[in-house]
């Protein structure tokens, strides 16, 4: 008996592949960066999944020429939703005015 197996690669427009969403989540990342004294820092990431999010930031944040530097602290990812909110505020407060 001929059988195949294996794994069938369609075409995009064929309904199993058209339908398939490319989903791509939002995560809020804090960390810290430094070697000898440590600054705070956070971030949010857009990845496919959460193991992608460090070398995401560590790749394209602004320490990227040494990402070594960067110690991830905590990852959350933020959830989807239909209402209008801020989803991230930074102030650095200046005290030499």
Sequence with gaps: MDT?????ASPDNVRANRDR???ISTYF????VGLDHYNKGVAV???RKEEDVEEILKKGGVYNS???LYHIKEITKIPDGDKDEVLLEDVRLNTNI
């Design 4 to 8: 195949h197996q294996g794994i069938y």
């Design 21 to 23: 969403k490319n989903t």
């Design 29 to 32: 990342v804090t960390y810290t």
């Design 45 to 47: 990431v857009r990845a």
């Design 66 to 68: 040494l990402s070594c």
